[in-house]
């Protein structure tokens, strides 16, 4: 059954067995896998099937630090959420992401890679990847005689999570999906042991309230966290906030280039060379990466990273390489193109892009004169893993949205640690690269203050603001996503990872997703 929360009487109170907050991959992953259990089950949306721009803008925030894009251009506010815009990348995170590090402050999951690899192979079903299979091949050997290692990942076409399940959700018969409707506030019972109810919002303003035995947030890293601050009448820092650890250890895989590949040697693996970001590409399938061995991260004390060969345009006359002039403005550009609500506060992000307007006026006359011309070269672009850090967060700000609930404010920070751990990982890989026969020119960036290149990009990969430990006084939920001190709320989604990784989250999401789904049903089926 699908409703429309627009057309509900005000005040309303559904009431259901379990009650998922938020239809992106997550939350659909644990609606799927309770379809046709023995109690009933609410799928709750901020959005519709259709994208709406009044909805999106619910994600407005501020940004307090490091340079990050408009947070309504991170993620989706639809049914599907974001896979309905997502490149499809997939892999499981490696062993040593769930092992505690000594160089790596606050690493360890509470569960091994071995404990989530049956869910892995599930999702895998979910995403469309075909076979849980990421062994690297006979090319590998090739790439161990440099001293690198091969990073295998497989792409979804990529799944529309929205598209793909609506019908499966919509006719199943213990279950009712409910879009247009905004969770604000979740309220506890006196002893703030349970939660009793979820008050709810349409963006008309029109409340209702959801009661259930067991609630599941699913929605954004940012989104849960926000409720559970908001959520401050029994305990006053908010839900699991009573070590102050709720929007703590905010994490992102910052991307960027760092060279080109000058000349590629005879032999060299083609499945290294699939990606082109001069055409858009579905379907991808396999496609590997470089990396360092996990023994190499060991010794070195490293953090994990993989370096992918992305086939992407340059410009040129017969002296001069306009590339790093375009791709300030081809940035601006992809921004005004590609996201679903352009604002002032997009263009004022790039403001640093839009300082080269004038050589790129002159560039754009000049290739209309076919004075430059366009040719194809393979740049190196890395994505690496960062440490957990505390000061890292998102916290509230004191602006309100529509709905008269506190916007967000981030603060994303990173540490020397990092950019170190970034440069010894760049030097390697390029070391291996010419050990194989290539040519690698090393990009001469423009550094920010703190040493990064002002072209890193983050992944807008929201991640450990509800980190998982067994220990309540080191994170927000357990080992099973349960929220500590709270016996009915879990949380499902990337803001439970205790470190990143380099892999893109949306995997690990569905894995637990689906992992957190099995929970469900042996409580149910306790009598919780």
């Keep these: 059954m699908l409703i429309d929360a627009r057309s509900l009487p005000a005040n309303q109170i559904l009431e259901t067995d379990v009650c998922i907050i938020g239809a992106g991959a997550a939350g659909i992953s644990v609606a799927a896998e309770l379809i046709n259990a023995p ?278 006359t017969e002296d001069r390489y306009y590339s790093k002039d375009l791709a300030d403005f081809l940035q601006v550009m992809d921004v005004l193109q590609h996201t679903t609500a352009p604002t002032f506060s997009a263009v004022k992000n790039m403001g640093r892009s839009l300082s080269h307007i004038p050589k790129i006026s002159n560039i754009l006359l000049q290739m209309a004169r076919h004075k430059i011309r366009p040719s194809s070269q393979y740049a190196i672009r890395f994505q690496v893993e960062t440490v957990p850090n505390p000061n890292s967060r998102v916290t509230l700000s004191n602006k309100k949205d529509v709905l008269g609930i506190n916007r967000i404010r981030l603060h994303w920070e990173l540490s020397p640690q990092d950019l170190d751990s970034f440069h010894r990982l760049e030097e390697l890989t390029h070391d291996g690269l010419k050990r194989l026969g290539a040519q690698v020119k090393k990009i001469n960036h423009e550094l920010e203050s703190d040493g990064w290149p002002v072209s890193m990009l983050p992944g807008k990969h929201h991640m450990g603001t509800t980190r998982m430990h067994t220990n309540p006084h080191m994170g927000v939920v357990d080992e099973n996503c349960l929220v500590h001190g709270v016996n009915n709320l879990y949380i499902a989604g990337s803001s439970v990872f205790p470190t990143s990784g380099m892999a893109n989250p949306t995997l690990t999401i569905v894995a637990l997703a689906i992992r957190l789904a099995k929970r469900v049903k042996q409580v149910m089926a306790a009598g919780s």
């Design 39 to 316: 109690f009933r089950v609410l799928l709750v949306e901020s959005g519709g099937t259709e994208f709406r721009h009044r909805t999106q803008l619910l994600y407005r925030g501020e940004n307090s630090g490091r340079p990050y894009p408009p947070l309504e251009f991170t993620k989706r506010h639809q049914f599907g959420g974001t896979t309905k815009t997502w490149f499809g990348r997939c892999r499981p995170l490696d062993e040593i992401d769930f092992e505690e590090r000594s160089w790596l402050p606050h690493s360890g999951w509470p569960i091994a890679k071995k404990d989530l690899d049956p869910y892995y192979a599930r999702a895998h079903g979910l995403c469309e990847l075909g076979a849980y299979d990421y062994q690297a091949g006979q090319s590998d050997s090739i790439i161990k005689s440099s001293g690198l290692e091969t990073k295998v990942f497989r792409f979804s076409p990529p799944t529309d999570f929205g598209q793909t399940y609506l019908d499966n959700l919509h006719q199943a018969a213990n279950l009712r999906l409910v879009l247009q409707a905004n969770a604000v506030k979740i309220a506890l019972d006196p002893e703030g042991r349970r939660v009793s109810s979820i008050e709810c919002k349409t963006i008309a303003k029109n409340k209702f309230s959801l009661k259930a035995k067991i609630f599941i947030l699913a929605a954004s890293a940012l989104e849960i966290t926000r409720i559970l601050l908001v959520s401050n009448d029994v305990h006053a820092n908010g839900i699991g906030n009573q070590y102050d650890l709720v929007g703590r250890y905010f994490m992102e895989h910052p991307h960027l280039f760092s060279g080109t590949l000058v000349d590629i040697p005879a032999g060299f693996p083609p499945e290294f060379l699939k990606l082109n970001y001069e055409a858009k590409q579905k379907n991808l399938g396999i496609v590997h990466a470089l990396g360092i061995p996990e023994s190499r991260m060991r010794k070195e004390k490293l953090l994990n990273g993989s370096m992918f060969l992305v086939s992407r345009p340059i410009y040129k």
